[in-house]
Structures are given as C-alpha cells and as structure tokens.
C-alpha cells in the first residue's frame, strides 16, 4: 500500500495543482469578460465558458493519470489508458478493464481524487451561476 501512495501521491499533487490553476482562470475568465454585463446572452455565455474551461481541466487530469498507468506498463495504448483512467476519475467503475494485481488500488485512489477534482469544478460553475443571480436580482 505504501509503494500505490508514493506513486499516486505526485499524480494527486499534480492534479491538484492543475485544478487550483483551472479555477483560477475561470475566475479571470469570468471577471474580464462578463462580470459587468448584465445580460441573459452574457450569463449563458459566461456559465457555457467556464463549463467548457473545467470540462478541459478534468480531461486533462484524466490523461495525467493515463499516462501513470501507461508508465507502469498497465496498458498497451495511450486511449486504453486514458479510458479507464476516465472511468475511474468519473468514478463510474464500469470493471470492463482492470489492472493488475500490483496496481489496482491506484483506481480507487484515482476515484477520490475524481471526486473532489470534480466536485471543486461544479463549484466554480456554481459560483458563476449564483453571481449571475444576484446580478440579475439586485
């Protein structure tokens, strides 16, 4: 258990990492161009771009922890890697392909790390809805 934490750890780091600058661009996407502008065109363009910017970032997670399990030799091909990294980042658990004995338990990690990854991105969309509310309500 041991050798899956200090092999899942930096790839938990780097995905951390990789969601603090994620939601820091929202940020400043959503302040440059549509914090001041009051429309319903502009609300829906401002939710649709942050949705777009943290649907990269997870994707982007999602091909960290491939390229892992493509190092580690768990897979033959990146899209392999990259498609059972997703369904466990996702935490969808499908179980149509599993790694070996040595390495499963990177799955489960991955799966938390999924998790809180995208429950940090519905808060970025969720925090541009509501200041879109107040906006439209004040």
Known sequence: ????MLVGLP???INMLLQSLVSIWCIRFYSKHF????T?????LS????IMI??????AQIVVWGALFLLLGEFETLRDAIYHSGVNFAT?????????AQWKMLGPLEAVNGALMIGLSGACML????????????
């Open 35 to 38: 914090s001041h502008n009051d």
């Open 1 to 4: 258990m041991l050798t899956i």
């Open 47 to 50: 939710l649709f771009g942050i």
């Open 11 to 13: 790839v938990i780091l």
């Open 92 to 100: 969808l658990g499908y179980g149509d392909v599993v790694m070996s």
């Open 40 to 44: 319903l065109t502009a609300g829906a």
């Open 54 to 59: 943290v649907m990269l970032g997870n994707f």
């Open 127 to 138: 925090a541009v809805l509501q200041h879109n509310i107040q906006k439209r309500t004040h």
